[in-house]
């Protein structure tokens, strides 16, 4: 069964940092290709970031570039989401998710299987 686990979220202060993880079961994640989402409450689901199955290129949002950066750790089967410098307007839940493809896209219906989420809340 396939499935993503997504953990690490919280409470963070403004100009904090919070590293997510997520950790998938069922398949290996060097075969897929990887994306962080998020969605706020009467938002639409966006992309965060991703990374591509063969290379490991990268992908950011422009909100996030420069402050958020993802890394795959093939041996733990994780994918991380390093946050820094972290601003109200990152506060949403937080999903990860798989896809097919082997190109890092952003695009929310390039992604088959999707983890629950892990809220994150940067408030003082």
């Known amino acids: 069964q396939v499935q993503l686990v997504e953990s690490g979220g919280g409470l963070v202060q403004p100009g904090g940092s919070l590293r997510l993880a997520c950790t998938a079961s069922?398949?290996?994640?060097?075969?897929?290709?990887i994306g962080w989402f998020r969605q706020a409450p009467g938002k639409e689901r966006e992309g965060v970031s991703c990374?591509?199955?063969?290379?490991?290129?990268?992908s950011y949002a422009d909100s996030v570039t420069g402050r958020f950066t993802i890394s795959r750790d093939n041996a733990k089967n994780t994918v991380y989401l390093q946050m820094s410098s972290l601003i109200p307007e990152d506060t949403a839940v937080y999903y990860c998710a798989a896809g097919h493809g082997t190109t890092c896209t952003l695009a929310v219906r390039s992604y088959k299987y999707w983890g629950r989420g892990t809220q994150l809340t940067v408030s003082s």
């Open positions: 990374i591509s199955r063969t290379d490991g290129k990268t």
């Open positions: 069922g398949f290996t994640l060097d075969y897929r290709r």
